[in-house]
Each structure stands twice: as structure tokens, then as C-alpha cells.
């Protein structure tokens, strides 16, 4: 008889050169990483702003925007109570002082619509930012048993329009949306900006010079109609190692932002 393995412990991550850090579950559960570092870069602002992370984990992506942005109040809407509970963990931690009473966490379902969205606590038309990673893989991709990990990856049909409803009702007039996908996803979260979006800056991220594309960038704003712009290509490593580019290390460790190309419109 094979002896169960006892369960990986919880572990403390730093991020941005420890200028905070994360509880994330050790063995089970979506571990945030590069794709969280470089969402929070979207947001490049100044003074007081509300962002809003849709399906914020344990909260990487929304705590870095706080963490470089001293303005920022960040409110982290999560679905599942075991990763919201991870985002609390980590928002107490004596190394997030400085960042507590600036995190709020919501559990709530980010698919919600109207009435039922509203007493979820998603309130219309006050965030200045929505950021989101939402899950990346299609259904019958990569089944894992690892439900937590499963719920935090795979898509489910019409994703990216019931998130960006989401978005769009919760965003003031002329907020930015941004998002980290996979290239696979253009067509789909292009559909899904229909009108509510417009001036959507893509950005393909490389591992290297000559590589395929591994993920993209996108920022959108609401209600403007200007036109789809497709940007020069984020390279990640710029020689043969594992290092990063100078830039690359910079918008992962909270040194720099990656603002858009042109202003709202």
C-alpha cells in the first residue's frame, strides 16, 4: 500500500525584489508569476486611481500594481474562497504593510450580470483600471486533478465576453482595460471589445529574437474609437541564458511601467 504524500507546504514568495510578497498554496492552486508582473505593468498612472483585478488569485498582479503605484486602491474580485483566503494572507503579512489598507478583497463570480452583479459588491462605473489574466487553456487542454489549478487555467466557452461585460460595467468612462492572454486568443478578445472598447494596443511578448509569440499584451479604453494598433514585440531574453532584458526585468520587478502608445481617444 502506497503512503499518501503529505501535502506541499504554503510558501511566501517576494516579488518586485521583495518589495512585497505573496502566500501561494505549495501543492495546489495557480502559482503567479512572470504573466501577473507584467499585467500590473499595463497600468502606468499617476496620484489616486481605483483598479480592479477580475480573477485575482491570490492577488499578484493587483498587489504590484499597489506596490509601484502609491496612489493605487486595488480592489481583488476572486470566485474561489480558498484563493481569496490565500489574498488575505498575504495583504496581513507584516512585509505588505505599507500596501494593506490599499487591497480590498471581494469573492465574487466576475461572470455575474445586472442585479445579481451589483449585490456581488461589483459596483458600476468606478474603477479607473480593470486588469485581468483570465484562465488560458481550452477545456480538453492539460486536464489536471488539481481542481484549484484547473479553475485558475482552464477557459470556458465565451470567457472573454462575459469578462469584459464585466469590465466595461464596472470602468468609468475612458478607463483602461488590460490583459495578459495567449496569441491564440486575439480574435476572441477583440470580438469580445466590440463596442465597449476601442484604441486596443496588442503588444506579442517572445522569448527570443526569431520565436513565436507566447503571450500577448492588450490594453483597451473604454468608449474610444480609435482604431486597433499592433506594437513592436516585447523580447524577453535578449542572449542565449535565461536572463532577462534589461527592459523585460525592469517591468517584472516594478522598475518601470509599459504605458500606452497614444492616449485615450
Known amino acids: 500500500m502506497t503512503t499518501p504524500r503529505p501535502p506541499k507546504a504554503d510558501t511566501v ?5 521583495g518589495r512585497f510578497h505573496l502566500v501561494q498554496p505549495g501543492g495546489e492552486g495557480h502559482r503567479s508569476g512572470m504573466d501577473a508582473m507584467l499585467l500590473a505593468s499595463l497600468v502606468a498612472a499617476e496620484g489616486p486611481i481605483l483598479v480592479a483585478d477580475l480573477g485575482a488569485g491570490a492577488g499578484a498582479a493587483g498587489l504590484a500594481v499597489a506596490s509601484r503605484i502609491e496612489g493605487a486602491e486595488v480592489l ?16 496581513a503579512l507584516g512585509e ?8 480590498t478583497v471581494l469573492e465574487a463570480d466576475v461572470t455575474l450580470t445586472g442585479k445579481a452583479r451589483l449585490a456581488a459588491g461589483l459596483q458600476d462605473e468606478i474603477h479607473d483600471h480593470v486588469i485581468m489574466n483570465p484562465p488560458f487553456n481550452d477545456l480538453a487542454d492539460r486536464r489536471t486533478p488539481d481542481r484549484l489549478k484547473e479553475e485558475a487555467h482552464a477557459m470556458e466557452h465565451g470567457l472573454f465576453e462575459s469578462w469584459l461585460r464585466t469590465a466595461g460595467a464596472i470602468m468609468k468612462p475612458g478607463g483602461q482595460l488590460s490583459l495578459i492572454a495567449r496569441p ?3 480574435a476572441d478578445i477583440i470580438a469580445a471589445c466590440g463596442k465597449r472598447f476601442g484604441g ?11 520565436e513565436n509569440a507566447v503571450r500577448i499584451l492588450v490594453t483597451a479604453i473604454k468608449g474610444s474609437r480609435a482604431r486597433l494598433s499592433l506594437r513592436a514585440p516585447l523580447i524577453m531574453h535578449d542572449g542565449e541564458g535565461h536572463r532577462f532584458s534589461a527592459f523585460v526585468d525592469d517591468l517584472n520587478n516594478g522598475r518601470a511601467a509599459y504605458p500606452r502608445k497614444r492616449p485615450a481617444a
Open 13 to 17: 514568495d517576494a516579488f518586485h525584489r
Open 96 to 103: 505588505n504593510v505599507r500596501l494593506a489598507g490599499r487591497i
Open 200 to 210: 486596443i494596443e496588442i503588444t506579442p511578448l517572445h522569448p527570443r529574437s526569431g
Open 76 to 91: 481583488l474580485i476572486e470566485r474561489s474562497p480558498v484563493m481569496a483566503e490565500y489574498a488575505r494572507r498575504s495583504i
Open 184 to 186: 491564440q486568443s486575439i
